[in-house]
C-alpha cells in the first residue's frame, strides 16, 4: 500500500468572474443569435422586394448584384441613415435624405421582438424560477415583479447586449456591401443611425418583456425636475397626466395633418392620376410607385401636421408652402403625393381653415390636464383610504404648459426624420423644418391647453347639492333624523345585511335567552309584532306551553322566559347573528327594533 499514490484532487473553487461569465454565457449567445437574424430578416425583407421589382421591370439598367446593392442600401435608409447618389448627369454626388418613415417600423419591430424573445429563458423548475426572481429585481426591473408572472430568467442587461451586438455585427458588413452601388451609405450618418435605432428598439423590447416596469424610465427622466417626473410617470409606473395628455395631442396632429393631405388628395385627384401615368407605362412600375407612396405616407402626415400649424414645409430651397401664401415650387418629377400641394399664391380661406388641428390639439390636450387634476391623480391617497386633493390652478397650468413643451419636442423630432435632401443646390432642403415645428406647436397648444385645462377643471371641480352623489344624500339624511329625535327612513330591503345593530340592551336580551317563539327580540315580544311603545294595545302575554325535557320551553332554552325557579344553565356560544340582529331578518318579514323605547 505504500506505493500506491492517491489520484484524487480536490477541484479549486472558480473565480466569481469566471462563474458570472459562465451563467451570463446562455443568454448573451441567444441574444446575439436573435440580433442577427433580426437584421438578416430586414436585409432579407428588402432584398425579396427590390429583386421583384428587378423581375418585374421591363428596362432593368442593371444585373442582379446592382439589385442587391440597392435592396442593402434601402435597408440602411430604413433606420434614418442618409444614402449618396453618385451617378447624377453633373457628375456631383447627389445626398438622399429623405427617410420613408413606414420602412422605418420594420426593423423597429424586429429588434423589439428578437429582444422580447432573448429574455425568455425557456421552461425551467423552481430553481430556475428562483434564479429568474433574482435577476429580475437585481437588474433594476424588480418594482412590477409578480411571484406568479414567471419573469424572464435572462437579465436585461445580457439580453439587451446580446441583441444590439448581434444586430450590428450583420448591419456593418451590409453597409460595407452597400457601399459598391449607386447609393452608398454616408459614413457619418450610418455609424449613428443604425446602432441608435438598435439600441432604443432592443431596450423597449427587453422593457416590454419585463412588465414594462417604472424602474428605468425613472433613472430615464432622472435629469428633469421631480414634479415634471410624477406628472409624466405616474404610480405604479403607469403613464403619468402629461404623457397622455402629450399623446392624445400627437395623435390629434398627426392624424390632422393626414385627414389634410388625403382631402387635398380627393380635390386633386385628377392630377395625381396623370402624374401616376405619366411616370410610366409600365404595371410593375405604376406598383412600384404606389409602393413608395405608401411608404412615404407617415412622411406626408407630418408635413400635413406642419403645414396646419403655420410654418408649412420646403419643396426646395427657398420655397415654402403654408396657408398664409406658397412659393412656386421648382420643376420638379410628377409624383402622386406632390400633386396634393397647394397651388401658388397666396392662402385663401379654404387653406386657414387648417389651423382648426393644431386648435383642435390644444383642445384635447387641455381635457386630458383637466380630467387628472380633477381627479388628484399623481398625488396618490391620504393615510386614511380617502381620494388624492385635487390639484390647484397653477399645478394644472404648468401640467399643461409642460404636456405642450413634451409634444412640441417629439413633434419636431418627426419632422426632423420626414424631411431632407434629395439632392444638391436647389433640392437641398425637403419638407419642414424641425425647429420652426416645434416652436409652433409649443405656441399653438401652450395658447389654447392652458386656458382650456384650467377653465375645465374649475368646471368639474364644482359640488353643487343637486350634483351630490345619491348614497351621500341618503346618509345625511338618516343622520339628520336621528339627530332631530326622529326614526330614519328606511326604504325596501333586498338580500341579507339590510339591518341595523341592536342596542345594548337588545344584545343582552338576545345573549341571556329573553324572548317567546319566533325570535323574540330584548322586550319579550315576538319579532314582527310592535311593542307598548310603538302602539297602544296592550302587549300579548306569552302562552303557557308544557315544561318537558327537549322541548322548546324546557328550563334553559333560549325561548324560555327567565324566572327566580329556573335552573342555571351553562351559556351556550351562539353564533354572530345574536349580535348583529339575526340577519335572516328578511325571511321572517320582521321590522327591526331601534330598541330606544323598551320599557
Known amino acids: 500500500m505504500a506505493g500506491v499514490i492517491e489520484m484524487t484532487a480536490r477541484r479549486r473553487p472558480s473565480s466569481p468572474l469566471l462563474s458570472r461569465v459562465r451563467d451570463r454565457t446562455p443568454g448573451l449567445v441567444g441574444g446575439l443569435l436573435g440580433g442577427a437574424v433580426a437584421a438578416g430578416l430586414g436585409l432579407a425583407s428588402f432584398a425579396v422586394l427590390v429583386m421583384l421589382l428587378w423581375i418585374s421591370s421591363p428596362y432593368p439598367d442593371s444585373g442582379p448584384g446592382g439589385a442587391l446593392h440597392v435592396a442593402a442600401a434601402l435597408w440602411l435608409l430604413a433606420h434614418g441613415a442618409e444614402l449618396v447618389r453618385t451617378d447624377t448627369l453633373s457628375g456631383v454626388p447627389a445626398p438622399v435624405g429623405v427617410t420613408p418613415l413606414l420602412l422605418l417600423a420594420l426593423p423597429v419591430w424586429l429588434l423589439h421582438r428578437a429582444a422580447r424573445d432573448a429574455t425568455d429563458g425557456g421552461p425551467g423548475g423552481e430553481d430556475d424560477a428562483f434564479a429568474g426572481n433574482a435577476v429580475y429585481e437585481n437588474d433594476g426591473f424588480g418594482d412590477a415583479a409578480e411571484p406568479d408572472d414567471g419573469p424572464p430568467l435572462v437579465p436585461a442587461r445580457t439580453a439587451w447586449t446580446g441583441v444590439v451586438l448581434g444586430y450590428l455585427t450583420v448591419a456593418a458588413p451590409a453597409a460595407l456591401y452597400a457601399a459598391g452601388g449607386a447609393l452608398r451609405p454616408s459614413w457619418v450618418w450610418t455609424g449613428v443611425?443604425?446602432?441608435?435605432?438598435?439600441v432604443v428598439a432592443a431596450g423597449a423590447g427587453v422593457w416590454s418583456a419585463y412588465g414594462r416596469p417604472g424602474g428605468p424610465l425613472r433613472r430615464l427622466l432622472g435629469v428633469l425636475p421631480a414634479g415634471a417626473r410624477t406628472l409624466l410617470l405616474g404610480p405604479h409606473g403607469r403613464p403619468g397626466v402629461v404623457a397622455r395628455a402629450t399623446a392624445a395631442g400627437l395623435a390629434v396632429l398627426v392624424g390632422g395633418g393626414a385627414l389634410l393631405v388625403a382631402v387635398s388628395l380627393v380635390g386633386h385627384g385628377t392630377a395625381a392620376q396623370a402624374s401616376l401615368l405619366r411616370l410610366t407605362e409600365a404595371w410593375s412600375g405604376r406598383f412600384a410607385v404606389l409602393l413608395l407612396c405608401a411608404a412615404l405616407l407617415p412622411n406626408a402626415a407630418v408635413w400635413g401636421a406642419a403645414y396646419a400649424l403655420g410654418p408649412g414645409f420646403a419643396l426646395g430651397a427657398g420655397h415654402v408652402v403654408s396657408p398664409l401664401s406658397s412659393a412656386p415650387a421648382p420643376f420638379l418629377p410628377p409624383f402622386p403625393l406632390l400633386a396634393a400641394v397647394p397651388e401658388a399664391g397666396e392662402g385663401a380661406p379654404v387653406h386657414w381653415a387648417a389651423g382648426a388641428v393644431p386648435m383642435v390639439a390644444g383642445v384635447v390636450v387641455g381635457w386630458m390636464v383637466a380630467q387628472g387634476a380633477a381627479e388628484g391623480e399623481g398625488r396618490g391617497t391620504r393615510p386614511g383610504g380617502g381620494r388624492a386633493a385635487v390639484w390647484s390652478a397653477?399645478?394644472?397650468?404648468?401640467?399643461?404648459?409642460?404636456?405642450?413643451?413634451?409634444c412640441a419636442a417629439v413633434l419636431a423630432g418627426l419632422a426632423a426624420l420626414a424631411g431632407g435632401p434629395l439632392g444638391a443646390a436647389v433640392l437641398a432642403g425637403f419638407g419642414p423644418v424641425w425647429w420652426q415645428v416645434g416652436v409652433a406647436t409649443l405656441v399653438w397648444l401652450a395658447l389654447v391647453a392652458v386656458p382650456t385645462a384650467v377653465g375645465v377643471r374649475a368646471w368639474r371641480?364644482?359640488?353643487?347639492?343637486?350634483?351630490?352623489?345619491?348614497?351621500?344624500?341618503?346618509?345625511?339624511?338618516?343622520?339628520?333624523?336621528?339627530?332631530?329625535?326622529?326614526?330614519?327612513?328606511?326604504?325596501?330591503?333586498?338580500?341579507?345585511?339590510?339591518?341595523?345593530?341592536?342596542?345594548?340592551?337588545?344584545?343582552?336580551?338576545?345573549?341571556?335567552?329573553?324572548?317567546?317563539?319566533?325570535?323574540?327580540?330584548?322586550?319579550?315580544?315576538?319579532?314582527?309584532?310592535?311593542?307598548?311603545?310603538?302602539?297602544?294595545?296592550?302587549?300579548?302575554?306569552?302562552?303557557?306551553?308544557?315544561?318537558?325535557?327537549?322541548?322548546?320551553?324546557?328550563?334553559?332554552?333560549?325561548?324560555?322566559?327567565?324566572?327566580?325557579?329556573?335552573?342555571?344553565?351553562?351559556?351556550?356560544?351562539?353564533?354572530?347573528?345574536?349580535?348583529y340582529g339575526l340577519g335572516d331578518e328578511d325571511d321572517t318579514g320582521f321590522e327591526p327594533y331601534d330598541f330606544q323605547g323598551r320599557p
Open 394 to 406: 397653477g399645478r394644472t397650468a404648468r401640467a399643461a404648459g409642460l404636456a405642450a413643451l413634451f
Open 461 to 579: 371641480c364644482r359640488s353643487p347639492r343637486s350634483e351630490e352623489p345619491a348614497i351621500g344624500r341618503q346618509r345625511e339624511e338618516k343622520a339628520e333624523g336621528v339627530r332631530r329625535g326622529g326614526r330614519p327612513r328606511t326604504g325596501p330591503r333586498r338580500g341579507r345585511g339590510w339591518f341595523r345593530r341592536p342596542g345594548v340592551a337588545g344584545i343582552a336580551g338576545v345573549a341571556g335567552g329573553v324572548g317567546v317563539p319566533g325570535r323574540t327580540g330584548a322586550s319579550g315580544y315576538p319579532r314582527g309584532e310592535a311593542s307598548s311603545t310603538d302602539e297602544k294595545t296592550p302587549p300579548r302575554p306569552p302562552e303557557p306551553r308544557p315544561d318537558t325535557p327537549g322541548s322548546p320551553d324546557a328550563p334553559g332554552s333560549p325561548d324560555t322566559p327567565v324566572s327566580p325557579d329556573t335552573p342555571y344553565v351553562p351559556y351556550a356560544p351562539f353564533d354572530r347573528d345574536a349580535l
Open 193 to 198: 443611425c443604425v446602432p441608435l435605432v438598435a
